[in-house]
Nanobody
Framework: QLQLAESGGGSVQAGGSLRLSCLAS????????IAWFRQAPGKGRERVAG????????HYADFARGRFTISQDNLKNTVYLLMNSLKPEDTAKYYC???????????????????????WGQGTEVIVSS
């Protein structure tokens, strides 16, 4: 199975930036739906942004659009999430996740329900102070 490992979290002041990394290993990287999720204490997980690791098409949650950018380096098998203009409400543990498919249709990724992104990394914590 594909293993995912997040890094890049930390503490930052409001208005600052962080770039998170999701390193994939152990299985085919290309042609997957990989997405960033976050979970704040007492809250359920919410999707932040997703990417298709074939052609690289992306999709965003409304709260992330315009502030966050998802990208990939397919030579490093890594998906990134650049977070700009961070707000205290962005404080959460951030995870990357994938479904089980490889070389899926790119249009599938935004339509996959959150429950089907069921292969997770360990997460990386982001704390944004005001």
């Amino acid at each position: 199975q594909l293993q995912l490992a997040e890094s890049g979290g930390g503490s930052v002041q409001a208005g600052g930036s962080l770039r998170l990394s999701c390193l994939a290993s152990g299985d085919t990287y290309r042609g997957r739906c990989i997405a960033w999720f976050r979970q704040a204490p007492g809250k359920g997980r919410e999707r932040v942004a997703g990417i298709y690791t074939g052609a690289g098409g992306s999709h965003y949650a409304d709260f992330a659009r315009g502030r966050f950018t998802i990208s990939q380096d397919n030579l490093k098998n890594t998906v990134y999430l650049l977070m700009n203009s961070l707000k205290p409400e962005d404080t959460a543990k951030y995870y990357c996740a994938t479904d089980g498919g490889i070389w899926v249709n790119e249009g599938v990724c935004p339509r996959r329900p959150d429950s089907q992104y069921n292969y997770w990394g360990q997460g990386t914590e982001v704390i944004v102070s005001s």
